[in-house]
Each structure stands twice: as structure tokens, then as C-alpha cells.
């Protein structure tokens, strides 16, 4: 507690080690009130029509149904031909998901993507939604998007990584910094979570490291590194740009998203009531 | 010789702390006790916050209501009746849903706290589930319907004072069907007893449902464990994932 630091200070019982920590923290508080660009703060959305496809923005149907363009840009960096370096079987089965992806009738709880069941994104796609705010601390960085008010705690502390059995859907992350751009290795992902709509996948054995980079005041690069042998035949890499948020539409704070509760993908509740609910 | 040193040892010392309150005065930090950490509730509230005996629904406890009484409107009572009969199946914990506020402190799950001078931010095991406290901004105006309520906050003294409106009408207190209106208005304590323990305080207050405000008192616990981390409850998943509709796909031989 500061609090006790600062009654130590008045009595002058402070131990050198004490006085050397203030110090430190007092330029250290210097250093970040400064102008140095920084990944702390608000961002929008940089993935643009990549929570769709990573491949190819929205396809012809989807454009026309929000009434917009097809970037029919890839966020994919490489490969320099900007698709996903699938393993053949697993690109037959992404491409199966495609095709049953607008025909709800066909479709089944396996075919659908798990964000239209309200489900965590997953890593890397995360990073496609909107936001992230992210809080920087000395032994953590906490980012947190609105989209089903999910969170990930990145440790920077040293601590080892969570047992191999433990996976979980947005992975065990540690973080480390390189200046001021913030490197995340995650590992321990449970594979249910899809890479965009149509369905583009990895597995239980991936690991994806993320780089933040404050490009300038208001400006974040971000790149994400897939590398998983099962599923891959190369490692690949997307990325994007960030602008900082202005917040106007929630004067700067992260509102409730309640996907779950009832923000869900309507054709969902009709394939869950066929195939999941008691009878 | 000793002397010498002792005198420069002292000017260090008075020179950091110059400048540690300096930084305190320009707000780079500030005094206020520090909450920042993992944290769990370690009671049965979660099952009934009245006092209760064990049962099939969950152990027993001694509650964590204040007087061991909730102040039931008459016309309130048979909701409750009514919650009791269809909770293993209507109580938002049966459903995954968020369990609101003041309930979501004392799921049986650990939550961290991540405080800053301007909003203290709780990220909670259990769905999920996050709190973003906003310290120097009012409520939004309603009405507005959030599960988790919209959170604003103060310092009183070594106490964060956390004012909590626009709820939904969905959320319990409990899974034996305690419950309240969205007219729920919920003004919680946060007291740092000692590093390791926290008292939480949060005063209810729902003309809907209670003849008065009544008051729920209970510990909150830090995980001291070496490299404790929070990790995921996301039961809303676990029906279809047993159904085998979430693993990856792998390449059949």
C-alpha cells in the first residue's frame, strides 16, 4: 500500500529499498505522463470486414444485405497471396463451413459459428472486434472489448505457463514488452473458437503471438502470428491498423453487451431447440 | 565515518520521499488503499443469502443478510414462492446468464480487481462476467437495462463507495429465488480490513419488492497462492461442447 510507504517516509524508518522504489516509481510516472506513444487507452475497430473473412472482406450477399462495399481486401500479410496456408483437408472442411454458413436450414450446431452463439472469440480474433481498451499495470495488461464483455489478463510478471491440460478458449497469454511495443505468446487454446464467419479454424495445439505497436498518439499496429502444425502448412500472419477511440457514442466507457442473454443470432435458438435443448 | 554514511543514507531517503509525495500531489499516483487483486467470497450466499440449512440444493451457512431477515413486501412474497419452485431451471446461474449485482461479488468464483485513480475495473471467473466502475462520471440517464447495472464510484475515506442502478428485472440474489425489481438500487462498501481481507457491504433498496433497505455483510477473500490466475467459466458453451460440436477438426487417417 502507498499509503503505508508514505507513514513510513514521515517517521524516516523507510528502508533504502523503499526510497530507491519511489524513486524509481516517481520517473517511471514521469516517463508515462509523457507524450511517448503508448498502446494504453481505447481503440476502434481495425479489422474492418475481417471478423467476416480473413481472406477476401464480405462476400457479394453479405455487402448487399449491409448495404455496403466488399473491401475483397486480405488482412493476411503473409503468405504474399494473402490466404490462409490451410493443409488441404482442412481447408476442404473451412470451405464446407462457407457454403452451409447462409443456409441456416442445413445447418448444425457444428456448422455455425460460435460468436453467433455468443461464445468468446477466441485468439487471435479477439483482436478483430471492436475496441480493445486496453490498461497497462507493472506485472499485467488487462484488454477488454465490449463484445460479450470479454476480457484477457496478459502477465508480464516472469510467472510459468498454465499446465498443458488446462485449455481454455482465449488461450493462456504472456506478454512481454520490446520499447513500447507489447508481444503476447498465447498457448493453451481449446481450438472451438473460428477465425472468422466462414468458418477458417485452428487447433488445440496453435500458438499465436500478437504484436501492439503505438505506430503514433493515435495510431496501433497490430500483427498476429499463427503457427500450428496440425492444421497449417506454414506459419502466417495478419495485421492491421488501429485508430484511437474517440468514445463519443459511450462517452468513453466500455457499456454492457449481453450477448448471451438475448443478443444472440436468432437462427441459433432454432438449431439449439432441434438439436441441444432436453426434449 | 559511519556518521557520514548514515547522513547520506537519511538525505537518499528524505530526497525519494520528496519526491514520492511530489508524484502523489501531481496525481501520478494517489493514497487511496490498493484493491487491486484476485478475490473470492468464501460463503454459501450464492445458494441463499437468508440463513440455511445443507440441503440437495447446496451446503448450508449462516447467511450473509444483516438480521437474518429480507423485509418482503406482502405482494412480494409469492414471486419468491414462485422462484423457489422453478429455480433449478429459471435461477440465471441454471442458464449461464449474468448473475447482477451485489450476486456476481459472491459467486462461488475467484474475480480480479484492477483499480486506477479514475475507474476500478473487476473481472470476474464466472461467464466472464466484467464491472467497470467509473470514479468522476455520473449514471448514464435511463432508463436503461443492464444485467450488471451501471456502477459509478467514490472514496469515503479507505472506503470505495460504489452507487449501483439500472438493473434488469432477470437477476436473484441467490439460487433459492431471492430476488428484485429493476427499480433495484444497490450502494455497496469495499473496505480493505488487512492485504488479505476486504469487507463487502452492500445495502439494497427496491420499493418493488422490500418494505425498507435492507443490508448483506460478508469477508472477501485474496488468493495468496504463488502465480494464482483466473481462468475461464463459460458454461454457456458446455451443453454443446459435451455434444462433441466444439472440438477442432482434425485430419482423419
Not at chain 1, 472482406?57 to 490466404?83: C, F, N, Y
Not at chain 1, 476442404?92 to 457444428?110: F, Q
Not at chain 1, 499485467?140 to 498443458?164: A, F, K, N
Not at chain 1, 520499447?179 to 472451438?192: C, D, H, K, P, Q
Request: aromatic share 10%.
Amino acid at each position: 500500500m502507498k499509503g503505508a510507504t508514505m507513514r513510513n517516509c514521515i517517521g524516516f524508518r523507510a528502508p533504502l529499498v523503499v526510497a530507491v522504489v519511489a524513486v524509481a516509481a516517481a520517473l517511471l510516472s514521469v516517463v508515462v505522463a509523457g507524450q511517448a506513444p503508448t498502446i494504453a487507452g481505447q481503440w476502434d475497430a481495425g479489422a474492418g470486414q475481417a471478423n467476416y473473412t480473413l481472406e477476401f472482406g464480405w462476400p457479394p450477399e453479405h455487402a448487399a444485405l449491409m448495404a455496403g462495399k466488399s473491401t475483397q481486401r486480405s488482412v493476411i500479410v503473409d503468405p504474399p497471396d494473402g490466404r490462409i496456408p490451410f493443409q488441404p483437408w482442412a481447408k476442404a472442411i473451412r470451405d464446407e463451413r462457407d457454403k452451409l454458413h447462409t443456409d441456416p436450414a442445413r445447418m448444425k450446431s457444428k456448422d455455425l459459428d460460435p460468436q453467433a452463439k455468443c461464445y468468446p472469440t477466441g485468439v487471435p480474433r479477439f483482436a478483430n472486434r471492436a475496441g480493445p481498451v486496453i490498461t497497462i499495470f507493472p506485472t499485467h495488461v488487462l484488454m477488454q472489448i465490449e463484445y460479450g464483455h470479454e476480457y484477457r489478463i496478459i502477465y508480464t510478471d516472469g510467472r510459468p505457463r498454465l499446465p498443458s491440460q488446462i485449455k481454455l478458449w482465449n488461450g493462456d497469454a504472456r506478454g512481454h514488452w520490446e520499447g513500447a511495443t507489447f508481444v503476447i505468446e498465447t498457448t493453451n487454446l481449446n481450438g472451438y473458437a473460428w477465425l472468422d464467419v466462414i468458418g477458417s479454424f485452428l487447433s488445440d495445439q496453435a500458438t499465436v503471438v500478437e504484436r501492439f505497436r503505438p505506430v503514433d498518439a493515435n495510431t496501433m499496429q497490430w500483427t498476429g502470428t499463427v503457427t500450428d502444425p496440425a492444421v497449417f502448412t506454414r506459419p502466417w500472419t495478419m495485421g492491421w491498423n488501429y485508430v484511437r477511440s474517440k468514445g463519443q457514442e459511450t462517452q468513453g466507457e466500455i457499456w454492457e453487451n449481453a450477448c448471451v442473454e438475448g443478443n444472440r443470432f436468432p437462427e441459433w435458438d432454432a438449431i439449439y431447440a432441434r438439436e441441444l435443448a432436453p426434449k | 565515518m559511519m556518521t557520514q554514511i548514515k547522513f547520506a543514507l537519511l538525505a537518499a531517503v528524505g530526497a525519494a520521499c520528496a519526491v514520492a509525495w511530489l508524484s502523489v500531489a501531481i496525481g501520478a499516483a494517489d493514497d487511496k488503499p490498493d484493491l487491486s487483486g484476485i478475490w473470492q467470497a468464501v460463503n454459501t450466499a450464492n445458494w441463499n443469502i437468508l440463513p440455511h440449512a445443507a440441503s440437495a440444493d447446496g451446503p448450508g451457512g449462516l447467511g450473509v443478510v444483516v438480521g437474518g431477515e429480507l423485509p418482503y413486501l406482502p405482494s412480494a412474497l409469492s414471486k419468491k414462492q414462485e422462484n423457489y419452485r422453478t429455480r433449478k431451471t429459471a435461477d440465471t446461474d441454471a442458464r449461464c446468464l449474468l448473475p447482477g449485482v451485489p450476486r456476481v461479488m459472491y459467486e462461488p468464483y475467484p474475480f480480479q480487481i484492477f483499480q486506477t485513480p479514475t475507474v476500478v475495473r473487476m473481472a470476474f471467473e464466472y461467464g466472464h462476467a466484467t464491472r467497470n466502475i467509473y470514479l468522476n462520471a455520473p449514471h448514464p440517464e435511463g432508463p436503461i437495462e443492464w444485467w450488471m447495472g451501471d456502477s459509478r464510484g467514490r472514496w469515503e475515506g479507505n472506503t470505495l463507495v460504489v452507487d449501483v442502478i439500472h438493473f434488469t428485472g432477470e437477476t436473484w440474489f441467490d439460487r433459492a429465488g431471492n430476488y428484485h425489481s429493476p427499480q433495484m438500487h444497490v450502494v455497496e462498501r469495499f473496505t480493505l480490513l488487512d492485504p488479505d481481507h476486504m469487507q463487502y457491504e452492500a445495502t439494497v433498496e427496491d420499493p418493488n419488492v422490500f418494505s425498507r433497505p435492507w443490508k448483506m455483510q460478508m469477508i472477501l477473500y485474496r488468493h495468496t497462492e504463488p502465480n494464482f490466475q483466473i481462468l475461464e467459466y463459460d458454461c454457456i458453451a458446455f451443453v454443446d461442447e459435451a455434444a462433441g460440436n466444439l472440438a477442432p477438426p482434425r485430419q482423419s487417417r
